[in-house]
């Protein structure tokens, strides 16, 4: 079973997403900061990584630059997601080393075909 962290300080959102993906069968780990999402990814090692931009204590540009310049992590896939859905905030979230984009309210079947295909399956 593939686990996927969601970092999200929105606990409805958390919930929401949380639930589904539970029940097309991956693993789900939570972390509500970037501070936490850092931690989280160290230790429990997902698969993948959901990552808010617009998160407490560290926001998720900088815990996904600070996840992707760590030598045991970098190669996770954390794919950015974010209510702003402006071409600027895909390529700032692509420049702080995402490997894919996403915007939030969150359409299910086309983030389960990105977390497929950075997950080869």
């Given at each position: 079973m593939?686990?996927?962290?969601?970092?999200?300080?929105?606990?409805?959102n958390?919930?929401?997403?949380?639930?589904?993906l539970?029940?097309?069968?991956?693993?789900?780990?939570?972390?509500?900061?970037?501070?936490?999402g850092?931690?989280?990814?160290?230790?429990?090692?997902?698969?993948?990584?959901?990552?808010?931009?617009?998160?407490?204590?560290?926001d998720?540009?900088?815990?996904?630059?600070?996840?992707?310049?760590?030598?045991?992590i970098?190669?996770?896939?954390?794919?950015?997601?974010t209510?702003?859905?402006l071409e600027a905030?895909?390529?700032r979230?692509?420049?702080?080393?995402?490997?894919?984009?996403d915007?939030k309210?969150?359409?299910?079947?086309?983030?389960?075909?990105?977390?497929?295909?950075?997950?080869?399956?």
């Open positions: 593939k686990k996927i962290l969601i970092v999200e300080d929105n606990e409805m958390r919930d929401m997403l949380s639930r589904r539970t029940r097309k069968g991956y693993e789900v780990a939570l972390a509500e900061d970037g501070e936490a850092l931690t989280a990814i160290r230790n429990g090692k997902p698969d993948i990584v959901l990552m808010d931009m617009g998160l407490p204590i560290k998720g540009w900088t815990a996904t630059a600070e996840a992707k310049a760590d030598e045991e970098k190669d996770i896939p954390i794919i950015a997601l209510a702003h859905a905030d895909k390529e979230a692509l420049a702080a080393g995402a490997d894919d984009f915007t309210p969150v359409n299910l079947s086309g983030l389960l075909e990105k977390i497929k295909a950075l997950l080869g399956q």
